[in-house]
């Protein structure tokens, strides 16, 4: 099966959940996006690795890096290779120069540490298709310095009273305004309806 490669192009505050962060990462030779629920301390841990700043003593993610390297161990890419029920599934790619092992984890610690071993970051097409987002236009996006110091307030919205049509209206403008964490909820909640016609 074909990979995607991902690049990290933003973090907000999520606004669905208290202390969680929207990752979104972006395929490298197209335009959908791939928002991803992350938490507080792996965003914090991702926000640092990008800044390069350098903590007085390391997080969990440094001590990770450097274990693995005392023993000759080299993480070579992250897959996030299964998104099953709004939740996203990675495996690290780790070799010692003898031998290749695929270790399940957690797509925020993937990408965390995929950042300290300067390693890429793929997916495939099944997943872009099931939970991507598509982008009219190539805005310029920067990853911020660091996850914002408040989260904005936000209700929750029962995204299934609406029509289809005015679901896909709404997720065209979240996907506008840069709202990927809603347009990923809107597009889950097509998707879902979807699912029940078949």
């Known amino acids: 099966m074909e990979k995607i ?3 990290i192009v ?4 999520s606004q669905s959940q208290s202390g969680a962060y929207a990752l979104i990462l972006a395929e490298k030779e197209g335009k959908r996006r791939l928002p991803i629920i992350i938490g507080g301390f792996e965003a914090q841990s991702i926000a640092i690795e990008l800044e ?3 903590t ?3 997080l969990t993610h440094d001590l990770f890096k450097s274990f693995a390297e005392a023993f000759g161990i080299s993480i070579t890419e992250v897959i996030i290779n299964k998104f099953s029920e709004g939740v996203f599934f990675a495996v690290l790619v780790c070799n010692d120069g003898n031998n290749e092992v695929e270790i399940d984890s957690r797509t ?3 990408i965390a540490l995929a950042l300290r071993f300067h ?3 793929f997916t495939y097409e099944n997943i872009m298709s099931a939970a991507g987002i598509m982008m009219e236009e190539e805005p310029p996006v920067k990853a911020p310095a660091s996850p914002p110091d408040e989260p904005p307030s936000a209700q929750d ?3 299934s009273e609406y029509s289809m049509n005015d679901l896909k209206q709404m997720l065209q403008g979240a996907i506008e305004n840069e709202e990927y964490e809603k347009a990923s909820r809107i597009r889950d909640e097509i998707s879902h309806r979807s699912k029940r016609k078949k």
């Not at 933003?10 to 505050?13: D, E, L, V």
């Open 157 to 159: 919205v029962n995204y």
């Open 108 to 110: 925020s610690d993937a």
């Open 119 to 121: 390693c890429p970051v």
């Open 10 to 13: 933003g973090m907000s505050y």
């Open 5 to 7: 490669r991902l690049d």
């Open 52 to 54: 390069k700043i350098h």
């Open 56 to 58: 007085p003593r390391p």
